[in-house]
Nanobody, 114 residues
Framework: AVQLAASGGGEVQPGGSLRLTCAAS????????MSWFRQVSGAGLAWVSS???????SYANSVKGRFTISRNNARNELYLEMTSLKIEDTAMYFC????????RGQGTQVTVSS
């Protein structure tokens, strides 16, 4: 079964940085597009970024230029480097296989606050 667990969240001030990690198991990671989504309390899940099988990244306009997605296929890990964080980046972050939201597992909370 697909298992995904995100970690690395925390509380930072505006302008700060965080690096999220997603540990994946139960499927062939290197053959899967992987994505990050986020959810603000009380709202739906919003797409943040995806990494194609070949590592090609794509980003939501709201994070473009500030976030960087990457992957390590040997370690079955997906990363999200977040810089210049804004208060509106506050959310629970999840990693997802392809864009199948049913695969999301443990999320990690990111709180940007002054």
């Amino acid at each position: 079964a697909v298992q995904l667990a995100a970690s690395g969240g925390g509380e930072v001030q505006p302008g700060g940085s965080l690096r999220l990690t997603c540990a994946a198991s139960g499927f062939t990671f290197r053959r899967s597009t992987m994505s990050w989504f986020r959810q603000v309390s009380g709202a739906g899940l919003a797409w943040v970024s995806s990494s194609g099988v070949d590592g090609t990244p794509s980003y939501a306009n709201s994070v473009k230029g500030r976030f960087t997605i990457s992957r390590n296929n040997a370690r079955n890990e997906l990363y999200l480097e977040m810089t210049s964080l804004k208060i509106e980046d506050t959310a629970m972050y999840f990693c997802v296989k392809d864009t199948d939201l049913s695969t999301r597992g443990q999320g990690t909370q990111v709180t940007v606050s002054s």
